[in-house]
Each structure stands twice: as structure tokens, then as C-alpha cells.
């Protein structure tokens, strides 16, 4: 079976309760609209769903790129990468995983990324302790830039 993940850092989904998602980009001063859906996202690819295990925290913040062939997760801080992935990834998070037949890519999504509309549960749901060690061990390569 195929498996596809959703990570958490603050709870565990019982249930997928998909909502209404949108993704823009400004083109030229422009805002154009290119994903806007009821859906709950995933990813067929673990270290994505590790990356979001992250915490939301001022100052600090974390990005992956859905759409490009890289294994690097982009981390923004105030001090230096060590300390700002401690900081962004110190309380660990849940992993949940999904049958990928659930899932489907369209238009406007990443090619690293899939959706669903359906309401359904997850077939596991383990919680990572390390997040950046699991990572790590993924080569997972961080980029690191100071936050202004």
C-alpha cells in the first residue's frame, strides 16, 4: 500500500476535516490566485511532513520548496541554524499516515504535494521526538538565513 504523510506539531488528527485552501503568487504586482479548494494536503515524501512538524514562533520560520526537486528545508532565525532549529522543532510533533489512494494531485498544487476532499483517518499516527535528527538522517540539507 502506498502511504502518504500530513505532520502536526501540536496534535494528533483523528479525522481529516478538510477546509477551504488558497495559494496565490504576485506576478508583476498582481495577485493571482492558483490553488483555492476545500482540501487537506499531504505529501508522498516523510522528511516534507517532518519539515512541518516545526513550531510557529516570531522571528523564526520554516520553508520547503513544493514544487522543486531539492532535499532542503530553508530555516529563518535570529541567531544561527542550530539554535533556530532547536527552537523551531524542540517539542517534536505527529506524523500521521494516509493510504495515498485517498489523494490526488491537480492543477496548482506542487508536484511534491497531493489533497483530499474526503473525510477520513489516519493509519498511523506516531509522534517524532527529534524532527531534526530523523531529518538528518533523511540528508535532509538545512539552508539557514538570518531574520532581520
Known sequence: MSIV???????????????????????SGEHIITFDKHSFHATSHRWIALAYLYRELP?????????????????TGPTDLE????????????LHSFSASDFWWCEGLG????????????????????????MRAADVEFIFRKSV
Open 5 to 27: 504523510f500530513h505532520g502536526s506539531p501540536n496534535y494528533r488528527i483523528r479525522k481529516v476535516i478538510p477546509k477551504r485552501n488558497i495559494r496565490g503568487k504576485d506576478v
Open 59 to 75: 522571528g523564526y520560520s520554516m520553508g520547503v520548496d513544493l514544487y522543486g526537486t531539492k532535499v532542503e528545508v530553508l530555516v
Open 83 to 94: 539554535d533556530s532549529l532547536k527552537r523551531l522543532y524542540e517539542n517534536g510533533g505527529y
Open 111 to 134: 508536484h511534491r504535494e497531493v489533497i483530499t476532499d474526503r473525510e477520513i483517518g489516519p493509519l498511523e499516527i506516531e509522534f517524532i521526538e527529534d524532527p531534526v535528527a530523523e
